[in-house]
Structure formats: C-alpha cells, structure tokens
T-cell receptor, first 112, second 114 residues
Framework: DSGVTQTPKHLITATGQRVTLRCSPR?????VYWYQQSLDQGLQFLIQ???????AKGNILERFSAQQFPDLHSELNLSSLELGDSALYFC???????????FGQGTRLTVV | DAKTTQPTSMDCAEGRAANLPCNHS???????VYWYRQIHSQGPQYIIH???NNETNEMASLIITEDRKSSTLILPHATLRDTAVYYC???????????????FGTGTRLTIIP
C-alpha cells in the first residue's frame, strides 16, 4: 500500500457525461501527478501540481481539467466523455519536486 | 527527459537473480535513473533510484555504469510475485519548472518461470 488513495476504484458512465476522480495524497506530499493508461497504450502523463499550483501539462485534452486543493487532495475532471476515454487513471504523489513519486491503485473508467 | 531503451520482454527462473538492462546514452548530468514496476493493472510501484553510485535497498540493487549511459536493475532472488512490467526512467532531480514528471516508456515485461 503506497498510502495514496484514489476514489472511486471503478466508474462506469455514458458518453457525454462528466466525472470527477479524486486523489488523496500521503501525509506531507505536496506534488501530485495524473496519468492515463489506455488498454493498448503506456502510461501517459496528463498534468502535475505542486502545492496548489500547476507545474506541467502533458497530453491532457481540453475536455479534461484538474486542480489541487488547499488540503492537497486533487481532482481530475473529465467532461463530454467519449468511448476512447475509457482507461485507467492513476495519480502519484511525492513530498517535493525532487522526490520519488508513489502511485495510487487507480480508477478504472469505462465509458459506454 | 532522456530516452531509455529496454528489452521488450525477459524470462527468469524463480529463485535466480533477474538482471534488467536499460540504456540511457543521452542522459544528462542532472538526471537520475529511476525504476518502477507495474504488476498487472495495479499502480506503478517505486523500486529504486540512483545518480552514479550503485544503490541497494530491500527490493533491488541498481548498478549504473561509470559513464552513466546504461544501468542494470537486479532482483536478487526472483519470485513469482516479481512478474511485472519494469520501467527504467531518467528524470531531472531539480526544481526546474515542469521537469520533474516521470515519463514512462514501454518497459520490460519480466516473467518469472516456476
């Protein structure tokens, strides 16, 4: 157990809908990273926050957004969902910008 | 981030040492070598990292060549639970804005054979 908690573990929703994925960091972790892993693809970096501020953006669609709250938990919002958004979504957190990151167990999103 | 090259797959007999190679010939002086693994569809698990010296922890050893252009992750006594995809990642370990993310490649699928 990495200490990083992601909820929900599974999510099934219809096309066009909007969902919110939540990530609770380990105690003291200020950095959070979001990744997407589709069935036939590797781990794709989406976005990174550090202490509430956005640090880096990867291949994140405009329909997706994220934020990190004052209590350091983070949410990834996915809207106008398409079938191709079905994937595992992982968050990882770390104490600082320079430390190793620890991953949660992911949210499996299925869009039908 | 520097690119890494890993074998697509490897087999190792249970109880033997598993040696996973990684080439990172364009690594920069401020880039560390990190290893993660992903068991089935679980979240990636941090294993070890290093800069230029060999490192060892309770999970594995990391051997980095003197020129830092390649490294080897060693699992000393592989068990069936070590079957996973292993990712070698080079990553800047500094506070340069936006350079701290982990960029995953395709990794090595390690299968431990009973």
């Amino acid at each position: 157990d990495s200490g990083v908690t992601q909820t929900p573990k599974h999510l099934i929703t219809a096309t066009g809908q909007r969902v919110t994925l939540r990530c609770s960091p380990r105690s003291g972790d200020l950095s959070v990273y979001w990744y997407q892993q589709s069935l036939d693809q590797g781990l794709q970096f989406l976005i990174q926050y550090y202490n509430g501020e956005e640090r880096a953006k990867g291949n994140i669609l405009e329909r997706f957004s994220a934020q990190q709250f004052p209590d350091l938990h983070s949410e990834l919002n996915l809207s106008s969902l398409e079938l191709g958004d079905s994937a595992l979504y992982f968050c990882a957190t770390g104490q600082g910008l320079e430390t190793e990151a620890f991953f949660g167990q992911g949210t499996r999103l299925t869009v039908v | 981030d520097a690119k890494t090259t890993q074998p697509t797959s490897m087999d190792c007999a249970e109880g033997r040492a598993a040696n996973l190679p990684c080439n990172h010939s364009t690594i920069s002086g401020n880039e560390y070598v990190y290893w993660y693994r992903q068991i089935h569809s679980q979240g990636p698990q941090y294993i070890i990292h290093g800069l230029k010296n060999n490192e060892t922890n309770e999970m594995a050893s990391l051997i980095i060549t003197e020129d830092r252009k390649s490294s080897t992750l060693i699992l000393p006594h592989a068990t069936l639970r070590d079957t996973a995809v292993y990712y070698c990642i080079v990553r800047v370990r500094s506070s340069n804005f936006g350079n701290e993310k982990l960029t995953f490649g395709t990794g090595t699928r390690l299968t431990i054979i009973p």
